[in-house]
């Protein structure tokens, strides 16, 4: 949430009697690395655990009310918790997973503090990549293990101040290294759209912290300890990833997109608090409610991947040249596509039309290079109304048109056995995403007419000893566009 509603916030302190958590006194300042909990100087960060269900990530207990008969809940991110679906709601779903708290520097497993997942209360990555879970415990029983929630902050730390971060990261560390650790760093620019893998997300925070990695996800972003939890890391900008694709958030400006390698990015969480019931729960339609509601329609039959248009690649693959979309949940849709640059779904100018939900979307794909998008909005009347999904929570999709070959040659590793060659081909999407290859007399393999090769099953193949041998090995890109040919003469 880009704005604070501090009016929401404070109207729902007078309702349930908030602590103020700017009058709290300042705890105990942390350094960088693991932290340890001696002597109890850490306590309040009980409540930064280790989440355990569809992925390892961290997950915060959070303070939604001073109500401590009512059940507690914990913030992270959804993807941690769901599919990886771009347009689905979760709301109130049972499941399987746990959070383990008490996960200091200074604790064996055994002083772990584990509590069940009751449900998902919600979830989406749509827009943002927020969960909220519903533990099995009320507010007092957590306290009673000694655990107390933290607060949501009522602002977001200002650009150029400094953030604190506390996460249990897991990759590349042994499991009993899976221990709490604080970084630093500062508050940056609230990026309008970010763009991973098929997901589109809106009014992210950057930041500079170091160590985010695998298992960071959901780590409570602080501009201070005693204002509460701001934000939650979501994901950050790996060196030498292809911008766009998983792992390699990149930001939507002007002139397209920007990859900006070794950046964070962080959701705001502020808006939790206006998802609050009179008794302490959660609850999506509270009128103070601005998260995703899921009243949406689905779509598909979009590519899932980049395209190049062209009639065929090398591999004899079909290439999709329309959007091809059907739209279903709602009777009615109406729809706008552009490129990610000069697109707002939010915004309600540019979009068509009312449609039926028997038309599909049939509009050409763009020709040119770049990020477009394709936004939706379904509803059951004949006319667009309140009772429609609004632009602010438009169904969104998107594809890379992408005609540029890859930047990877292919990679094939060969192991010289006894009476043969053993040939593996190594993928490393998206830059080599398909393989075809063909082998035999020199005289006979073409490394232009590739009508007879073979597709590359993911199992290796073996080229007899004995006799001259051209292996010739064509590699794609998600897009399906070529690299050069590999050739190899044998022996």
Known sequence: MKNVNILTSLALCLLFSCKDPINTPEPPAFSDGLVSNENGNADLLKA?????????????????????????????????????????????????????????????????????????????????????????????????????????????????????????????????????????????????????????WYDFIANDAPGIAGGSSGSPVFGSLADGVSGLINTTAVEGASPCYLGAPCEVVASGTDYRAGTNYALSVLAVTGCVSANGKFDVKAPNCTLDKGNNVAIEGYPLAATNLQDSDLSGRPVQKTWNTTVSGKAYYRYKIGPAATTAPRDPAGYSEVWPASKMIADSLPKVSGQTILAVLGGNAPTFDATWQQPKYATVARVEIDNTPPTMEPNVSIREDADAYSVSLNFSPPELSDYIYNFGHPDSVSTTNTKDYFRYRRIPFRIPKGKPIKLVVYGFDSAGNATKPYVKNFP
């Not at 991110?77 to 959070?99: F, L, M, R, Y």
């Not at 977001?156 to 630093?184: C, H, K, Y």
């Open 48 to 200: 930064v655990g280790q989440y355990s269900g569809g992925s390892r990530c961290t997950a915060v207990f959070v303070r939604l009310s001073d109500n401590e008969n009512a059940p507690a809940y914990a913030l992270t991110n959804g993807h941690c918790v769901q599919d990886w679906d771009p347009n689905a709601v979760h709301i109130d779903e049972a499941v399987s997973h746990k959070i383990y708290f008490n996960v200091f520097e200074n604790t064996p497993d055994s002083a772990r503090i584990e509590v069940a997942v009751r449900q998902i209360a919600y979830s989406t990555m749509k827009g943002t990549d927020l969960a909220v879970v519903e533990l099995n415990a009320t507010v007092k029983q957590m306290i009673d293990k000694g655990i107390q929630p933290l607060p949501i902050a009522r602002s977001l730390p200002a650009a150029g101040t400094p953030i604190q971060i506390f996460g249990i990261p897991v990759d590349n560390l042994p499991s009993d290294e899976w221990r709490m650790r604080r970084t630093s760093g500062t508050q940056g620019r609230v990026v309008d759209k970010l763009l991973e893998f098929s997901w589109t």
